[in-house]
């Protein structure tokens, strides 16, 4: 991370803690909900299937960065089928980039070819070892290691929901995340149990299991892109939400956190640790602050 993006998103932060106040600095875009899989853990793919236009898109860009957001994600769906005319994905990142987003970050699946080195982080989902992976996300594992070894940067993240089928695969999904040389990290979530997927909840005893395994792998070395100041307040889910920091934008409609927020009593049961991290910087917590400051120097 440049030194005057660090100064500004400090600046944001002292304003934000001590004037109380609620502007957004994270913002993301669904470029659509069109899926190639049909995760079992996911309830959001292919409920439209509809791919969003360029303009479109660039005009809720330039929305979002008029409101102060600095640091932009990309989502779907799978966000490498988005598409319109000859423009894709890295035409977005290129456009977000030229607009003055300090931090531009895309999520994806992983199945197809990775060219995108104007990204600051790839965020690829892998859910364990090849055998608990591919349960979850079908036949996918292979074509996954194949095209993080054949990507063009090394600025993939891989990114792990945990849940009730691969809850015991920290450990394997870090030994990746360290032997890979394209990938600089790995970051955790806990499942958020959506509608229809309310079994792949983990209890808070789950919850303090995983966090202490994760904890292990830090200790030992493993690269992971996530604050363990947080860790208590995850597991028994005692973070303020929603996190005013992050809104989501998709097909025109902005809310705030993220689109959980339209479910009843959802939010707090909400398992994205990047939500609670944010929410607690913000609230001033000088433990989560400092680390946060030690984590994203090393993989931003």
């Not at 028994?236 to 902005?254: A, R």
């Not at 990047?274 to 984590?295: D, P, Q, S």
Request: with cysteine.
């Amino acid at each position: 991370m440049k030194l005057s993006s660090l100064i500004r998103f400090s600046l944001f932060g002292i304003s934000t803690i001590l004037f109380h106040r609620k502007k957004a600095i994270l913002g993301t875009i669904i470029v659509t909900d069109q899926c190639n899989l049909s995760c079992k853990h996911c309830s959001v793919n292919n409920l439209t299937g509809v791919i969003h236009p360029y303009r479109q898109i660039k005009s809720e860009m330039e929305l979002l960065y008029q409101q102060g957001i600095r640091i932009l994600f990309f989502c779907g769906g799978e966000t490498f089928l988005w598409k319109d005319g000859d423009k894709n994905i890295r035409d977005l990142v290129i456009e977000a980039r030229s607009m003055g987003f300090l931090i531009v970050n895309v999520v994806t699946n992983g199945t197809f070819k990775i060219d995108l080195p104007e990204a600051d982080l790839i965020l690829l989902s892998l859910d364990g070892d090849k055998e608990k992976h591919n349960f979850i996300r079908d036949d996918t594992y292979d074509t996954i290691m194949g095209n993080i070894d054949s990507a063009t940067s090394d600025n993939i993240c891989l990114y792990m929901a945990i849940n009730q089928i691969n809850k015991n695969m920290i450990e394997s999904v870090c030994k990746v995340a360290k032997k890979k040389e394209k990938i600089r990290a790995v970051s955790f979530n806990f499942h958020t149990p959506y509608p229809d997927t309310e079994d792949l909840e983990l209890s808070s005893l789950e919850k303090e299991k995983c966090c202490k395994e994760i904890e292990r792998m830090m200790k030992e070395g493993y690269p992971i892109f996530n604050l363990k100041s947080a860790f208590s307040h995850l597991i028994n889910n005692t973070f303020p939400t929603p996190c005013y920091q992050c809104v989501v934008m998709e097909n025109g409609k902005q809310s705030i956190c993220g689109r959980c927020v339209d479910v009843p009593g959802l939010c707090e049961k909400c398992g994205y640790f990047f939500a609670a991290e944010y929410a607690l910087i913000f609230k001033g917590n000088i433990y989560v602050i400092l680390e946060m400051l030690k984590t994203y120097l090393r993989y931003i």
